[in-house]
């Protein structure tokens, strides 16, 4: 039911189509035309190709590499995802839980200090108390019912929180956290052994690590293919107005004249500087 969770799994999904797409080159292209001469009977100009970029398939490698180490990154970070999930949902459900037991101690203590206020009012119709004596026993009570009040209001906003971590509304009814709040640990993990096993097991610092790891890739590819253009192959036949038949091929490539990728190779170069630096303050 989490709206999180869903999201996290939808963009499973999308690293999975861009892995498939990564595999896969650009389809050719067919063309066709028919051009009819202005004067005379002649037949129509017909000419047919067929092209293909040769550019997907000198990146194809590159682009499967990146687009796996992408899903690998994903799945890790949903793994983090499910972990802050379950860490928050506990949480949550003690805090519900605590929150019941501190309402029902409360009642008890505001039906036991309505009962004193009470039995204060028969010891001063009697004359056993004073004014003074009895004041405090009906501020007492009062005292007890505000803060009844407020743990109710504390439990029921526990209750909701852990609601929402379920992704149900406030007033679910399969919402319970009525159980008896555990015992404290005997023993305690030392900082040094914690250290080492995040080190190890947080997915949320594999997820970082795998993307630096992955623009660093991403980088290298950038400079390596920065002077490639557009590399089209075509095949192409035409048949001339007086019948002449043609066929040949050609290719088709970009210059870098203009523009040598240096905004391309300058953009990986900030995102890995980003990812390292995300990876380390994460760390």
């Not at 028969?122 to 009570?141: D, H, M, Y």
């Not at 149900?168 to 305690?188: F, I």
């Given at each position: 039911?989490?709206?999180?969770?869903?999201?996290?799994?939808?963009?499973?999904?999308?690293?999975?189509?861009?892995?498939?797409?990564?595999?896969?080159?650009?389809?050719?292209?067919?063309?066709?035309?028919?051009?009819?001469?202005?004067?005379?009977?002649?037949?129509?100009?017909?000419?047919?190709?067929?092209?293909?970029?040769?550019?997907?398939?000198?990146?194809?490698?590159?682009?499967?590499?990146?687009?796996?180490?992408?899903?690998?990154?994903?799945?890790?970070?949903?793994?983090?995802?499910?972990?802050?999930?379950?860490?928050?949902?506990?949480?949550?459900?003690?805090?519900?839980?605590?929150?019941?037991?501190?309402?029902?101690?409360?009642?008890?203590?505001?039906?036991?200090?309505?009962?004193?206020?009470?039995?204060?009012?028969?010891?001063?119709?009697?004359?056993?108390?004073?004014?003074?004596?009895?004041?405090?026993?009906?501020?007492?009570?009062?005292?007890?019912?505000?803060?009844?009040?407020?743990?109710?209001?504390?439990?029921?906003?526990?209750?909701?929180?852990?609601?929402?971590?379920?992704?149900?509304?406030?007033?679910?009814?399969?919402?319970k956290c009525g159980a008896v709040l555990p015992d404290l640990?005997?023993?305690?993990?030392?900082?040094?052994?914690?250290?080492?096993?995040?080190?190890i097991q947080r997915s949320d610092l594999a997820a970082a690590?795998?993307?630096?790891?992955?623009?660093?890739?991403?980088?290298?590819?950038?400079?390596?293919?920065?002077?490639?253009?557009?590399?089209?192959?075509?095949?192409?036949?035409?048949?001339?107005?007086?019948?002449?038949?043609?066929?040949?091929?050609?290719?088709?490539?970009?210059?870098?004249?203009?523009?040598?990728?240096?905004?391309?190779?300058?953009?990986?170069?900030?995102?890995?500087?980003?990812?390292?630096?995300?990876?380390?303050?994460?760390?």
């Amino acid at each position: 039911h989490n709206p999180r969770m869903r999201m996290l799994y939808a963009e499973l999904g999308l690293a999975q189509a861009e892995l498939i797409d990564a595999t896969r080159i650009s389809n050719p292209s067919f063309d066709w035309n028919r051009l009819k001469p202005n004067q005379g009977n002649l037949p129509a100009k017909l000419s047919f190709g067929l092209s293909q970029s040769v550019t997907d398939l000198l990146m194809l490698g590159a682009r499967r590499n990146f687009a796996a180490g992408v899903r690998t990154r994903t799945q890790q970070e949903i793994s983090a995802a499910v972990g802050a999930l379950i860490f928050d949902a506990e949480s949550a459900y003690w805090n519900c839980a605590a929150s019941e037991q501190v309402r029902s101690m409360r009642q008890l203590v505001a039906e036991s200090a309505k009962t004193s206020s009470a039995l204060a009012e028969r010891f001063f119709a009697a004359g056993n108390i004073n004014k003074v004596q009895l004041a405090n026993e009906n501020a007492a009570a009062a005292e007890a019912q505000v803060a009844l009040k407020h743990a109710e209001a504390e439990a029921l906003a526990a209750r909701a929180e852990l609601s929402q971590t379920f992704g149900l509304v406030a007033t679910d009814a399969r919402v319970k956290c009525g159980a008896v709040l555990p015992d404290l640990p005997s023993k305690v993990d030392s900082a040094d052994s914690l250290f080492a096993l995040a080190a190890i097991q947080r997915s949320d610092l594999a997820a970082a690590r795998s993307h630096a790891t992955l623009l660093n890739e991403m980088l290298n590819s950038t400079k390596r293919w920065r002077w490639l253009g557009n590399l089209d192959f075509s095949a192409e036949r035409e048949r001339e107005t007086d019948g002449e038949k043609l066929r040949g091929i050609g290719f088709s490539l970009g210059l870098p004249i203009f523009n040598q990728g240096q905004a391309s190779v300058l953009r990986a170069q900030a995102m890995l500087e980003t990812a390292v630096a995300t990876r380390d303050q994460l760390a």
